[in-house]
């Protein structure tokens, strides 16, 4: 089996959401005074690479701790959108990549509980046009989305992208994460290295440290040994 790493690194300089305070790291204990070394963490919940749950932005929602593991882990497939990078992904963009899903007889070994969209903006990650002209989902295709979560069959718990937000950074009223959430699926943002996955045949495993509206998650994918790029 090959475990591949789809999360960026958290540390103290990383690229933060506009707005959002820094990470910091503060020494609570040395070896030379205490026989240990630790440190404090300070980041915002929804830092780096990180889920954000239905109780983000739906009065009610379910937070991430009233969510099963299982909602956590589940076979994945990749969108390729890589001709949006910095561009809203549209219905129309979705379509043709959602149809083999919905075909009653999927080519796909398994039905993916998560749909990762490789948008390219990964290569802007750190440049400041990242979070303010990213890539992100028009409210159309967040809606087309939302609603695989109510087809029978499909099983779908959540999507994830290489990129800043499901939003544009001007949207205040956040409509893709609201026709996400609201559906009850779960969002993983500013994923990185999906161009190492194959288009389906994957584990998707995104397992949160936090309980509340969101957290920083380790997402990773995990390959049998046959599957081939």
Same mark, same amino acid.
């Given at each position: 089996m090959r475990i591949i790493d789809l999360s960026w690194p958290v540390a103290p300089g990383m690229p933060m959401f506009p707005g959002d305070p820094p990470v910091t790291l503060t020494p609570m204990g040395s070896l030379e005074t205490h026989g240990f070394v630790s440190h404090l963490a300070s980041l915002p919940a929804h830092s780096g690479t990180h889920m954000d749950a239905p109780a983000h932005v739906?009065?009610?929602?379910?937070?991430? @701790?009233? #969510? *099963?593991l299982a909602r956590f882990a589940g076979p994945g497939a990749v969108l390729d959108l890589r001709a949006r990078p910095g561009l809203p992904v549209t219905e129309d963009d979705l379509a043709p990549l959602l149809a083999p899903l919905l075909a009653p007889l999927s080519a796909y070994t398994a039905t993916p509980a998560f749909?990762?969209?490789?948008?390219?903006?990964?290569?802007?990650?750190?440049? *400041?046009?990242?979070?303010?002209? $990213? @890539? +992100? /989902?028009? *409210?159309?295709?967040?809606?087309? #989305?939302g609603a695989l979560s109510d087809l029978s069959g499909i099983g779908l718990s959540g999507i994830g992208l290489d990129a800043g937000s499901a939003d544009p950074l001007s949207a205040t009223e956040l409509? @893709? +994460?609201?026709? /996400?959430?609201?559906?009850?699926?779960?969002?993983?943002?500013?994923?990185?290295?999906?161009?190492? /996955?194959?288009?389906? $045949?994957?584990?998707? #495993?995104? #397992? *949160?440290?936090?309980g509340g509206d969101g957290s920083p998650v380790r997402a990773a994918a995990l390959l049998d040994a046959e599957v081939a790029l």
């Open positions: 739906a009065r009610g929602g379910a937070a991430l @701790a009233d #969510l *099963p749909l990762l969209l490789r948008t390219g903006d990964e290569d802007r990650w750190g440049d *400041p046009a990242y979070y303010t002209a $990213g @890539a +992100h /989902l028009t *409210p159309g295709a967040a809606r087309l #989305l409509p @893709a +994460h609201h026709a /996400l959430l609201d559906a009850g699926l779960v969002i993983v943002e500013n994923l990185r290295g999906l161009g190492q /996955l194959p288009a389906r $045949g994957f584990t998707f #495993l995104c #397992l *949160p440290v936090l």
